[in-house]
């Protein structure tokens, strides 16, 4: 089965400061990745995915992610934080085998902006 | 196209009662997910249905839980004799194929307490 690890729940930045979010997965066959994001009492919405293209993925928000393999890794990174980016961020992988599929997540990680 | 519908957003239960989640998927959406999302533990997978087949139920507590989705209508999460352990967000996603290349589509949730 696949796996995602996102080390520690929480993460505080200064506004303007660069933000890195890591997930490690582990996975037998090549992943399917994806980046969510969910701010208070809202649903998920889509970041970002990779899906066995260019290993550098621009996203929505001015967020990208770059697939590793020799890492195992799809960190999360955004050049300069602003305060509307406090939310909180799941790593996902997607898990397919035959006809059935379903995505696996990470616990989550709670992003802080600092005025 | 609107988004994918769960209602209600709110739901109270007292102990013992019955609870009953829909999920509207996306229109052309025949794949439906529900996930579980408790404080600290991120989504976890309960089952996943296309239209009037459950592909995997392998989430779902084997006891008071059941899902459906019938060829008419919502999907329904429906969760007998509710306990208070059962208090958490439940969300609904929907995508058109299997997620193998594909991103799930996230509705806002339903927020269940037991009291």
């Known amino acids: 089965a696949q796996s995602v690890t996102q080390l520690g729940s929480h993460v505080s930045v200064s506004e303007g400061a660069l933000v890195l979010l890591r997930c490690n997965y582990s996975s037998s066959v090549p992943p399917y990745l994806f980046w969510y994001v969910q701010y208070p009492n809202q649903g998920l919405q889509l970041l970002l995915k990779y899906t066995s293209a260019a290993t550098l993925v621009k996203g929505i928000n001015g967020f990208e992610a770059e697939f590793k393999k020799s890492e195992t890794s799809f960190h999360l990174t955004k050049p300069s934080a602003h305060m509307s980016d406090a939310a909180e961020y799941f790593c996902a992988v997607s898990e397919t085998t035959g006809a059935n599929s379903k995505l696996t997540f990470g616990k989550g990680i709670t992003l802080s902006v600092r005025p | 196209n609107a988004g994918v519908m769960q209602n209600p957003r709110h739901l109270v239960r007292r102990r013992g009662q019955e609870a009953r989640l829909r999920c509207s998927p996306m229109k052309g959406h025949s794949h439906v997910y529900w996930y579980r999302q408790l404080p600290e533990e991120g989504l976890k997978f309960m089952v996943y249905?296309?239209?009037?087949?459950?592909?995997?139920e392998s989430g779902m507590p084997k006891e008071r839980f059941s899902a459906e989705f019938p060829k008419e209508g919502p999907s329904i999460l429906r969760i007998q004799q509710v306990v208070r352990g059962d208090s958490a967000a439940y969300f609904c996603?929907?995508?058109?194929?299997?997620?193998?290349?594909?991103?799930?589509?996230f509705g806002q949730g339903t927020r269940l307490t037991v009291v």
């Open positions: 996603a929907s995508s058109p194929y299997n997620l193998g290349n594909t991103e799930a589509f």
């Open positions: 249905l296309q239209k009037e087949n459950i592909i995997d």
